[in-house]
């Protein structure tokens, strides 16, 4: 750990002040900011490329000392900061002690569409919590990435960051995909499943095979570019005067479903006496 605590005005904690503010310096320097003891822990033991560490000289030792070790142990550097000088870096009210800064390590549509599995698409989500959400709802689900399409919000944001709570860092990511890559992965075998009330209701929308569950727009729903695209339309029967579901619980449903579905097939392959239903 360096010996001298860096001020807010230090050209290393200018830069990570622009990492967690500006999309575009993430996007240039290829990385993005995790926050919290919790988090940069996720952070070392999921095997990200980690860049720096950045604790404060007043953090809780409890909590900070074993990253020390652990940052130590793997040949990462850690530099201390000047007490409050993290809270004029972070964007939250009540910032987190220690902040880390993490390589991207984005996959190739050809890379997603090798590993016959569910795809979660963003095809224009806005909201940095639904995104975050689904992020780490692809992970619980058994998904082998996610892509998010031009329009979507960014993924490395520190809101997304932290709804995904940890998932960023160990699921398969595709960020500024085009309908284009939506076409590659068709034609690599993968079906497009979008929501749309419209749609045949899920129990009977064929959610076998390699699949890519595509999620629109809060307010719009998905774009007429990706609507065109679109192998099957599912839509969830709702009881009650409930029209639509916020696009984190619609995607959480449709997920499961899929993973329900894969786990009772490979029951059904295996002889299992009796597969769930």
């Given amino acids: 750990m360096s010996r001298t605590a860096l001020v807010a005005t230090n050209p290393k904690v200018q830069q990570l002040r622009r990492l967690v503010r500006r999309r575009s310096s993430r996007s240039d320097a290829g990385a993005f900011v995790v926050e919290g003891p919790v988090a940069i822990g996720e952070a070392l033991r999921s095997g990200a490329e980690v860049d720096d560490i950045f604790l404060p000289v007043d953090g809780p030792a409890a909590l900070l000392d074993p990253l020390r070790d652990e940052a130590e142990r793997l040949g990462i550097r850690v530099t201390a900061v000047a007490a409050g000088v993290l809270g004029g870096v972070a964007d939250t009210v009540t910032p987190q002690p220690g902040m880390a800064v ?20 963003l095809a224009g989500v806005s909201d940095p919590g639904n995104a975050g959400t689904l992020v780490r709802t692809a992970e619980a689900a058994g998904a082998v990435g996610i892509v998010a399409l031009t329009g979507s919000v960014d993924l490395y944001s520190p809101k997304v960051v932290r709804a995904a709570a940890g998932s960023l860092l160990r699921v398969a990511v595709l960020t500024g995909a085009t309908p284009a890559d939506l076409d590659a992965l068709r034609a690599g075998g993968v079906a497009l499943v979008g929501t749309s009330a419209d749609g045949d209701v899920v129990d009977d929308v064929d959610l076998e095979g390699p699949l890519a569950l595509v999620l629109g727009s809060e307010a719009h729903g998905i774009g007429d570019d990706v609507r065109g695209r679109i192998d099957r339309w599912a839509s969830i029967p709702m009881a009650g005067r409930v029209e639509s579901l916020n696009v984190a619980v619609a995607g959480s449903v449709l997920a499961f479903e899929v993973s329900r579905r894969a786990r009772r ?4 392959a295996s002889g299992a006496p009796s597969a769930m239903p």
């Fill in 265 to 268: 097939a490979a029951a059904i």
């Fill in 102 to 121: 993490v390589r991207m390590a984005e996959s190739t549509v050809d890379e997603l569409g090798a590993d016959a599995g569910l795809l979660v698409v």
